[in-house]
């Protein structure tokens, strides 16, 4: 079982947060499916489309989400290992993780690129986001918050370069993980009510400081990662784990499919590589070009397949730990 989602219950019991494996879940999922129909359409339908620049689009947010899932996660992984180790091993095994996580991003981008050269890539800013929130998970609230913020008003978007082209090109992203960090602290004691009044908080907060931006020219630029882009993910971000937490709160039955999944959400995104992408690219060389109809299909079959894979390969106890 994943720590990153398990919590100490009062009476020293764990129990399993449903709510943020579905959140992962659902994350995923919107990530492989903005990524296949790029690989398996001859061309993609607009509104499927994501990475478009100053125009914002749906898929550009799970990306985004689960880096801020990624903050939270890492709350429960510290509060787990640090009562079975002590914080100081917990944090370096959780530093030990993200960089690992770093290195096989870099593998499997480097390997689709057919380049013996070090790549950036989703993993990488994932790995980074996680590291920069380790480093800082001692100081206080205000601090980590100050720390994003000063991220963001220092990269807020003119001069940005492709978040996903380098280790300081991916900047922008790190608060998104730090306000994940923040907002999920009150779950290492297993304060729900808390939980939710920050995801709240955080929400608000965010939506207006995005709006704001935008009002003054910034635009919602997830490739760059905007400023106004950042914060609005973030808001994004905390309504959905909010709302999650909320519904399961009040008794809401999540799917068990989507629950396992979410445990194994980066097991799926590892696998779109070995069964999709280099299949295509190394072996045929270009994409499929399939109409929008088959296309789609296609997409649909495919995030079936992983899912399925990542499911399989959860039961023999194989998968990306997160």
């Known amino acids: 079982m994943s720590a990153a989602a398990v919590v100490a219950a009062p009476g020293g019991a764990a129990r399993r947060l449903r709510f ?8 995923v999922l919107a990530m492989l499916v903005a990524n296949l129909v790029n690989v398996l359409l001859a061309e993609r339908p607009h509104w499927l489309g994501h990475n478009l620049g100053n125009e914002l ?4 947010l799970p990306a985004p989400m689960f880096q801020f899932l990624i903050g939270v996660s890492l709350v429960l992984y510290l509060a787990r290992w640090g009562r079975e180790t002590g914080t100081r091993h917990a944090r370096m095994r959780a530093a030990r993780r993200f960089v690992l996580l770093v290195l096989l991003g870099a593998l499997l981008d ?22 920069v929130t380790v480093a800082l998970a ?10 994003a913020a ?25 608060p998104i993980t730090l306000f994940g960090y923040v907002v999920g602290r009150p779950l290492a004691t297993h304060d729900i009510a808390a939980y939710e009044r920050r995801a709240v908080t955080v929400a ?4 207006a400081s995005a709006l704001a931006l935008y009002a003054v020219g910034v635009p919602f630029n997830k490739l760059t990662g905007s400023g106004s882009f950042v914060l609005l993910a973030t808001a994004a971000s905390a309504t959905l784990v909010g709302a999650l937490s909320r519904m399961e709160a009040r008794g809401s039955r999540f799917s068990d499919v989507l629950a396992r999944l979410g445990a194994s959400a980066l097991t799926a995104w590892v696998l779109q590589y070995v069964l999709v992408y280099y299949p295509i690219y190394l072996v045929i060389g270009h994409p499929l070009g ?30 990306v730990p997160i």
């Open 57 to 60: 689009m749906p898929l550009d």
């Open 204 to 207: 608000l907060a965010s939506l």
């Open 290 to 319: 399939l109409s929008e109809a088959s296309g789609l299909l296609a997409v649909g079959i495919c995030v079936a397949a992983l899912s399925a894979v990542t499911l399989m390969l959860a039961r023999r106890g194989i998968r």
């Open 20 to 27: 943020l494996d579905v959140a992962r879940a659902l994350a």
């Open 150 to 174: 000063l991220i963001t008003a220092t990269h807020y978007g003119p001069g940005n370069n492709e978040v996903h082209r380098s280790l300081v090109d991916s900047l922008p992203f790190v």
């Open 110 to 131: 480097g390997i689709a690129a057919q380049r013996l050269e070090f790549r950036w890539g989703v993993l990488q800013t994932l790995g980074l986001g996680g590291l």
């Open 138 to 147: 001692d100081l206080p609230d205000a601090f980590i918050v100050a720390v």
